[in-house]
C-alpha cells in the first residue's frame, strides 16, 4: 500500500476482553516495528519482525501480549485479558532496510482504551 | 540501558519565534539519532543524523549532531501554529536478535510539546 495501515483507530474494549490489532506495512518492507504510546510518554519499543520471524520481543510487557506476521507483510498484536494500564495507542512501523533502520514509516496508529 | 532525554518537556511560544529543543542520550554502539514530529498519532520522520557537526537543514528546521556532546538540538525559526506538535528524539542502535539477525532498534525520548500561538 501507499503507507502503513493500522486498524481499527480507535478500540473501546472491557477490562477482561482479548483485542487483536493489525497492521499492514508498506508493500515490499521486510522489517515492521510494534510500538506503544501511553499518555504524555515517548514511544515504548514492543517487538520487532524481520520476515515472519520476531528477532526481538524483548518489549513484550507480559505474557498477555503477543503478535504475529504472516506471509512477510500482515501483522497482528493481540493484547489478552486486557487490563486499564493496557489503554495507550500503538503504533506499527516498517522499513524497507535489514540492518540501518533510518526512517521508519509509522501508522496512524490504534488507541485503545480499555474500561 | 539506552537512554534519551529530551527538554524541555513543554514549550509554548509565540509565532514569528525561534525555538531549539534538546535531545541528550546515552547508548551502547550508537548509529543514528532521529527526529520525528508528532502531529494527532503518527509521528513524521524530520532529520537522520549520523556525523558530529554537520547541519541538516529543511525549510525552518535545523538540526545537528553533537557526538562528544552526546546531544542533537533541533531548532525551528520564525515559528507558525502549524509547528505546533509532539517532537520526538530518537536514537538508533544495532542489535542482534535470535538468529543472529541483526536489526537497527530506536530508543525514543519523552517527547517535548510544542504550542505556537498566534
Known amino acids: 500500500g501507499a503507507g502503513v495501515s493500522q486498524s481499527p483507530s480507535n478500540k473501546v474494549t472491557e477490562k477482561g476482553k482479548d483485542v487483536e490489532l493489525r497492521c499492514d506495512p508498506i508493500s515490499g518492507h521486510t522489517a515492521l516495528y510494534w510500538y506503544r504510546q501511553s499518555l504524555g510518554q515517548g514511544l515504548e519499543f514492543l517487538i520487532y519482525f524481520q520476515g515472519n520471524s520476531a528477532p526481538d520481543k524483548s518489549g513484550l510487557p507480559s505474557d498477555r501480549f503477543s503478535a504475529e506476521r504472516t506471509g512477510g507483510s500482515v501483522s497482528t498484536l493481540t493484547i489478552q485479558r486486557t487490563q486499564q494500564e493496557d489503554s495507550a495507542v500503538y503504533l506499527c512501523a516498517s522499513s524497507s532496510q535489514k540492518t540501518v533502520w533510518g526512517a521508519a514509516f509509522f501508522g496512524q496508529g490504534t488507541r485503545l482504551t480499555v474500561v | 540501558e539506552d537512554k534519551v532525554v529530551q527538554s524541555p518537556l513543554s514549550l509554548v511560544v509565540h509565532e514569528g519565534d525561534t525555538v531549539t529543543l534538546n535531545c541528550s542520550y546515552e547508548?551502547?554502539?550508537?548509529?543514528?539519532l532521529l527526529w520525528y514530529k508528532q502531529e494527532k498519532k503518527a509521528p513524521t520522520f524530520l532529520f537522520m543524523l549520523?556525523?558530529?557537526?554537520i547541519e541538516k537543514k529543511s525549510g525552518r528546521l535545523s538540526s545537528i549532531l553533537d557526538k562528544k556532546e552526546l546531544s542533537s538540538i533541533l531548532n525551528i525559526t520564525a515559528t507558525q501554529t502549524g509547528d505546533s506538535a509532539i517532537y520526538l528524539c530518537?536514537?538508533?542502535?544495532?542489535?542482534?536478535?535470535?538468529?543472529?539477525?541483526?536489526?537497527?532498534?530506536?530508543?525514543f525520548g519523552q517527547g517535548t510539546i510544542l504550542t505556537v500561538h498566534p
Open positions: 547508548v551502547t554502539n550508537f548509529r543514528s
Open positions: 530518537a536514537v538508533e542502535a544495532p542489535q542482534r536478535g535470535a538468529g543472529g539477525t541483526s536489526y537497527g532498534k530506536l530508543t
Open positions: 549520523t556525523s558530529s557537526g
